[in-house]
C-alpha cells in the first residue's frame, strides 16, 4: 500500500467533550492487483485519527472507490492500519499537524497560510475568495 495523496481536515468539538483533537484524512492510496482492496476505479480511505498524546490512534477506517464514491464493506488489516497509524501521526516532512487549518498533501504549505489568511470554504483545491462566485455564502 502506498499513500499518494491525502487532505486533512480538523474535527471541531463545539462542547468541548472529547478529550485530545480528532483529524478527518482523506488518504488517497494504491494498491497491488492482488490485494482484496484494489478496485480499477482507485481507492481512497477515510479516516478519523485521535491525537491525545499516550491514547493517539486511528478511531473508524473506511475505504471508498475514488470515482465512483462507492463504499467498499472491507475491514483494514493490522498492518495496514498500523502502516496509516505511522504515517499519520506527523504531518510531511517530519512535522507535527497544525490544528487550526485545513491541510492538503503534496504541499508544503497553502498560500492562504503563508499570508496568514484563515479561508471560510475550499472546495476541491484552494482558490482565492474572488474565483468564488454564486455561491451565496460569503
Given amino acids: 500500500m502506498n499513500i499518494t495523496a491525502y487532505s486533512v481536515e480538523l474535527v471541531q468539538d463545539p462542547f468541548g467533550i472529547l478529550s485530545g483533537r480528532r483529524y478527518e484524512f482523506k488518504l488517497e492510496v494504491e494498491v497491488d492487483e492482488e490485494d482484496e482492496l484494489y478496485s480499477e476505479h482507485g481507492v481512497y480511505a477515510r479516516v478519523v485519527y485521535k491525537d491525545d498524546g499516550e491514547a493517539s490512534?486511528?478511531?473508524?477506517c473506511d475505504w471508498t472507490e475514488k470515482t465512483t464514491n462507492r463504499y467498499l464493506p472491507l475491514d483494514a488489516e493490522p498492518e495496514e492500519?498500523?502502516?496509516?497509524a505511522a504515517f499519520l501521526r506527523v504531518?510531511?516532512?517530519?512535522?507535527?499537524?497544525?490544528?487550526?487549518?485545513?491541510?492538503?498533501?503534496?504541499?508544503?504549505?497553502?498560500?492562504?497560510?503563508?499570508?496568514?489568511?484563515?479561508?471560510?470554504?475550499?472546495?476541491h483545491g484552494v482558490k482565492p475568495a474572488s474565483e468564488i462566485q454564486n455561491f451565496g455564502i460569503i
Fill in 57 to 60: 490512534g486511528i478511531l473508524t
Fill in 91 to 123: 504531518a510531511p516532512a517530519g512535522r507535527r499537524i497544525d490544528p487550526d487549518i485545513k491541510q492538503a498533501g503534496k504541499a508544503k504549505r497553502p498560500w492562504f497560510v503563508r499570508r496568514g489568511v484563515r479561508p471560510c470554504l475550499l472546495l
Fill in 81 to 84: 492500519l498500523a502502516e496509516l
